[in-house]
């Protein structure tokens, strides 16, 4: 059974670009999250997906977006990139039937360089 | 608002010694508590998680940790550490207050293990 998957492992951007960032769940998940983490801190919540919504999302600008497709299989876009875009993203997944006891289990990241 | 405080960066223990983690959080209501590993340029693992019942939760790896409610503390303890326990802890709490789960993360701790 595979786990959360993550694509790409790293990439490099410049400021002003726009990246793409994949996402698949954990088999059996319908909820994905998104996490930013920068070097020396804890991973901070951008957003939830789920039934192809976004139905919360964390302190974080609109060049921040998302989607969720049908297979459940999740993208977090980033516009107009920033120097402190920089970071580790992580995504996690859960399941939505577990209600509020569900475990969120995260994927290796993808580290994002932005020159 | 919720938060996690983590209040030592570094730790360093000596192999086959015990270990102690601190971890105090702020949450209005019943909270939910994890504490995930993270190695060098890897995703986060979970370690174990407290929902309710017993405050004194087994995990993987030989770890376990105490809810305290008095203190609104969750520290996490392993008896002998390995080598290969070297890495990144973090403690989280599961927010619910907009009846979805999301994740705040404390700044982590750092466990180096000297031979």
């Known amino acids: 059974d595979a786990g959360v998957t993550q694509s790409p492992t790293h990439l490099i951007k410049t400021r002003g670009q726009q990246v793409t960032l994949r996402c698949s769940p954990k088999?059996?998940?319908?909820?994905v999250s998104w996490y930013q983490q920068a070097l020396g801190q804890g991973p901070q919540f951008i957003f939830q997906?789920?039934?192809?919504?976004?139905?919360q999302r964390g302190n974080f600008p609109d060049r921040f977006s998302g989607h969720q497709f049908p297979n459940y299989s999740s993208e977090l876009n980033v516009n107009a990139l920033l120097l402190g875009d920089s970071a580790l993203y992580l995504c996690?997944?859960?399941?939505?039937?577990?209600?509020?006891?569900?475990?969120?289990?995260f994927g290796p990241g993808t580290r994002l360089t932005v020159l | 608002a919720q938060s996690v405080t983590q209040p030592d960066i570094h730790i360093t223990v000596s192999e086959g010694a015990s270990l102690e983690l601190r971890c105090n959080y702020s949450?209005?209501?019943?909270?939910?508590l994890f504490w995930y590993v993270q190695s060098p340029g890897q995703g986060l693992q979970l370690l174990l998680k407290?929902?309710?019942?017993?405050?004194l939760v087994q995990g993987i790896k030989g770890f376990e940790a105490e809810f305290k409610r008095s203190q609104s503390s969750f520290n996490l303890r392993k008896p002998s550490v390995h080598w290969s326990d070297a890495a990144e802890y973090f403690c989280?709490?599961?927010?619910?207050?907009?009846?979805?789960?999301?994740?705040?993360f404390g700044t982590g701790t750092r466990l180096l293990v000297s031979p």
């Open positions: 996690a997944s859960s399941q939505s039937d577990r209600g509020n006891r569900n475990e969120q289990f």
């Open positions: 088999s059996g998940h319908d909820t």
């Open positions: 997906y789920y039934e192809e919504e976004e139905r």
């Open positions: 949450y209005g209501a019943t909270p939910y």
């Open positions: 407290y929902f309710s019942g017993d405050t």
């Open positions: 989280a709490v599961g927010d619910m207050n907009t009846g979805f789960q999301k994740l705040v």
